[in-house]
């Protein structure tokens, strides 16, 4: 025991120590400056940040899952991931600036909003490509309304979802609501 505790003893006041210590206490500020930079003018919402890769995280597993499943997995894959992070980390930067900036030190207040529709369409997006998985790894799991809908959304994208929602079942004219032709009439003044 006191050979361990003199030789702990030895390694932290030895000189690579204390030199390790001289180096970190000059480059400190320096990080607590580059980290502040970061935070004002590149992303500070890492709370988010730790939600979005969870889901990143289910869905690659889901994916190679999937993948595997089929017979299909291969580096092209795991390639698209790395893309992935990079497209996120530029709409996350987007988005904070987007929120954030200030004209002439008055902060902005047009984008206010932004913030919160870009994290719910990644958030969204990263929910949809999950259930997509679990669809095709095992159909019975999602219903088969939904498995029709994510069907269109992967071929077609957001737009094609929406053009393919049905439109909602004419409002009943006044006619057939009061019997009358002419909504200002009352039913009884209408002459056969």
Same mark, same amino acid.
């Given at each position: 025991m006191r050979v361990l505790l003199s030789t702990l003893i030895s390694v932290a006041t030895g000189p690579k120590t204390?030199?390790?210590a001289k180096i970190s206490l000059q480059v400190s500020p320096y990080?607590?400056?580059a980290g502040q930079l970061i935070e004002k003018y590149f992303f500070s919402d890492w709370d988010f940040l730790g939600y979005l890769l969870v889901l990143i995280l289910v869905d690659t597993v889901m994916g190679v899952q999937r993948n595997w499943k089929l017979r299909? @997995?291969?580096s092209r894959g795991f390639s698209r991931i790395f893309i992935k992070l990079c497209l996120y980390a530029n709409m996350l930067i987007l988005t904070h600036v987007m929120t954030h900036?200030?004209?002439r030190g008055d902060?902005? @207040?047009l984008f206010q909003w932004f913030d919160y529709f870009m994290y719910s369409v990644m958030m969204a997006r990263e929910g949809l490509s999950i259930m997509e998985h679990i669809a095709l790894i095992e159909p019975r799991m999602v219903p088969k309304g939904l498995r029709q809908r994510l069907a269109v959304i992967a071929e077609e994208g957001i737009a094609g979802t929406l053009a393919a929602i049905p439109s909602p079942a004419p409002a009943a004219t006044t006619e057939r609501?009061?019997?009358c032709a002419d909504p200002i009439k009352s039913p009884l003044e209408v002459t056969p």
């Open positions: 204390q030199a390790a990080l607590l400056i299909t @997995v291969s900036f200030t004209v902060p902005n @207040v609501v009061t019997g």
